[in-house]
Antibody
């Protein structure tokens, strides 16, 4: 069974740090781009970051650039999100998601673009004093 | 960033109804649009990618159409399990962005 399981959420004070992990199983992890997507309480979905299969390319939404770092360990089938300088507005459920693109021209220019075809159940991050 | 305006933000419908949800992108995204369903308290689930390609296992009562800036998700013969929130997402450029969501509620 294809599965993603996130851990590492919790309550943290503003300015603090947290590291999320996502364990993948049931598919060849090293073959896929991976993303983090978040959802603030009662709000919609926001893509946060993604990472190429070998970790050589990473992209972020502007609101987290310089504060969050996405990484992966293919030997451990794991994805990570290091979150520093946390703010109240980072409070959300954080989902780990597999990137996929089964159509033509997924590579355009020098970039690869994708939708998310497998999602974890999420882990909750609360930033509050 | 490409802004996606989703409408309506909510709608009420009855089992058996046909419903249509619209997404409008702030610029041309060709056919690079996906649709997701999210049940309360659950993770999103991919329904459709590349405007109209049904993900494996998704019932055929779901369909997608459009191109350029205007897209639709149609649910024919609404079932009880279809009452949920639906999101569209563009994968034309970074940052990847979602519409604001449409809540489909029971009338």
């Amino acid at each position: 069974e294809v599965q993603l399981v996130e851990v590492g959420g919790g309550l943290v004070q503003p300015g603090g740090s947290l590291r999320l992990s996502c364990a993948a199983s049931g598919f060849i992890f090293s073959n896929y781009w991976m993303s983090w997507v978040r959802q603030a309480p009662g709000k919609g979905l926001e893509w946060v970051a993604n990472i190429k299969q070998d970790g050589s390319e990473k992209y972020y939404v502007d609101s987290v650039k310089g504060r969050f770092t996405i990484s992966r360990d293919n030997a451990k089938n794991s994805l990570y999100l290091q979150m520093n300088s946390l703010r109240a507005e980072d409070t959300a459920i954080y989902y780990c998601a597999r990137g996929n693109c089964n159509t033509t021209n997924c590579f355009r220019g020098k970039y690869y673009y994708h939708y998310m075809d497998v999602w974890g159940k999420g882990t909750t991050v609360t930033v509050s004093s | 960033a490409i802004r996606i305006t989703q409408s309506p933000s909510s709608l009420s419908a009855s089992t058996g109804d046909r419903v249509t949800i619209t997404c409008r992108a702030s610029q041309n995204i060709s056919s690079y649009l996906a649709w997701y369903q999210q049940q309360p308290g659950k993770a999103p689930k991919l329904l459709i990618h590349t405007t109209s390609t049904l993900q494996s296992g998704v019932p055929s009562r779901f369909s997608g159409a459009g191109s350029g800036t205007d897209f639709t998700l149609t649910i024919n013969c609404l079932q009880s399990e279809d009452f949920a929130t639906y999101y569209c997402q563009q994968f034309y450029t970074y940052p990847l962005t979602f519409g604001g969501g449409t809540s489909v509620e029971i009338k």
